[in-house]
C-alpha cells in the first residue's frame, strides 16, 4: 500500500510555470511506475505524463510535450511535475498516480486504469 499527497497547486498566468510534487509514504517507491493525470471540470481524467521506477523512461500526452517534465527523487520518495508555458486549457485538477511494476511497459500507464494508487488532487488554474 502506498500513500500519495500532492502540492504545489494554485493560480498562475497564462505563460508561466508551476510545479508540482507528489510525496509518496512506504519504502518500495523505486518499484512503482508514478504518473501525473489531470480533470477538468465536467471532463474525463486524462494522462499527462508518467516515469517509471529508476527514472529512466518518461512520456508524455502531446498536449503537454515540451512544456511539461516529470521527474522523481528516489531517495525523497517524491515524483515532481514542472509545467512551464501554461495555458488557460491547462486548468484542472492534478492527479499523482503509482502502481507497483515489473515490467514497465508505457502503453499499461498511460491510462487510468494502469493505477491503483492516487492522491487527492491539487488545483492548477491558469488565468488568460
Known amino acids: 500500500q502506498v500513500n500519495l499527497l500532492e502540492s504545489g497547486g494554485g493560480l498562475v498566468q497564462a505563460g508561466g510555470s508551476l510545479s508540482l510534487s507528489c510525496a509518496a509514504s512506504?519504502?518500495?517507491?523505486?518499484?512503482?511506475?508514478m504518473g501525473w493525470f489531470r480533470q477538468a471540470p465536467g471532463r474525463e481524467r486524462t494522462f499527462v505524463a508518467t516515469?517509471?521506477?529508476?527514472?529512466?523512461?518518461?512520456y508524455y500526452a502531446d498536449s503537454v510535450k515540451g512544456r511539461f517534465t516529470i521527474s522523481r527523487d528516489n531517495a525523497k520518495n517524491t515524483v515532481f511535475l514542472r509545467m512551464s508555458n501554461l495555458k488557460p486549457e491547462d486548468t484542472a485538477v492534478y492527479y499523482c498516480?503509482?502502481?507497483?511494476?515489473?515490467?514497465?511497459?508505457?502503453?499499461?500507464?498511460?491510462?487510468?486504469?494502469?493505477?491503483?494508487?492516487w492522491g487527492q488532487g491539487t488545483q492548477v488554474t491558469v488565468s488568460s
Open positions: 512506504g519504502r518500495t517507491f523505486s518499484s512503482y511506475t
Open positions: 516515469i517509471s521506477g529508476d527514472g529512466g523512461n518518461t
Open positions: 498516480a503509482a502502481e507497483l511494476t515489473s515490467t514497465y511497459v508505457i502503453s499499461m500507464y498511460t491510462s487510468a486504469n494502469g493505477y491503483h494508487h
